[in-house]
């Protein structure tokens, strides 16, 4: 395997102009940069992406942790891929991890990601909560970022919908429409997405004196 010295050779330049054509940082003439380019692409060099990342402090990569039973939603599906465009038209790769069926579990993907050194980590949470959330980017100096979930310590670090007040709002329109026997479907009742919207939709019913139906709650398949 070809070494940075033998393309500094080969290039005519030295080993610190063949790092900062690799590197992307500092001035390099447009001559010696041709050079520096030709050379890797004749002795097949590969730079060392560990010791890069060392000396730059940066790997160029995210990493995304998502639960393995959400894989197979429209919604998930389209944010995994659009994460990677976005990675991609950045010059960046992303580095998916399986969050699995555990709050350990999820702890331990996004460490594994940290150990990476991944610049930074975006998760969906589905096990952890929101203490541990907090403890967890509190700990670590890589931003992690947390999708769908409010921090209580660490709320710049978060993007997140009130799903009680959707809830509400989308029941306290029906009834404002003439409806009283509202159904909900709830999404998975461990899913605090869900539990979040079924207590909108409870408040708003207690909101016009109008009793819950438990018959007309239904438990759904999604999980979020």
């Not at 790092?19 to 520096?36: C, D, F, Q």
């Not at 979930?149 to 029906?174: K, T």
């Amino acid at each position: 395997m070809a070494t940075i010295l033998e393309v500094a050779k080969k290039a005519g330049v030295s080993k610190a102009t063949v790092s900062r054509v690799l590197s992307g940082s500092g001035y390099v003439s447009e001559e010696k940069r041709a050079l520096v380019e030709k050379a890797i692409a004749e002795t097949g060099y590969r730079p060392n992406l560990l010791a890069r990342s060392l000396a730059t402090n940066t790997t160029q990569t995210l990493g995304l942790v998502v639960t393995n039973t959400l894989y197979s939603g429209n919604y998930f599906s389209e944010l995994m891929a659009q994460s990677a465009r976005i990675m991609e038209a950045n010059g960046r790769q992303l580095i998916l991890a399986d969050g699995k069926h555990t709050a350990e579990e999820e702890r331990a993907a996004i460490q594994f990601l940290l150990d990476l050194r991944c610049d930074g980590v975006i998760i969906y949470p589905r096990f952890l909560s929101i203490a541990e959330m907090d403890e967890i980017v509190s700990q670590h100096r890589q931003p992690i970022l947390v999708i769908n979930r409010r921090l209580r310590l660490n709320d710049s670090y978060c993007i997140f919908s009130d799903q009680h007040a959707a809830g509400s709002a989308a029941v306290a329109h029906l009834i404002a429409r003439g409806h009283r026997d509202i159904a909900f479907i709830t999404g998975s009742l461990d899913s605090p997405t869900g539990l979040e919207r079924l207590s909108g939709y409870k408040s708003a019913l207690a909101q016009q004196g109008i009793a819950v139906n438990e018959a007309l709650i239904v438990e759904g398949k999604w999980h979020a």
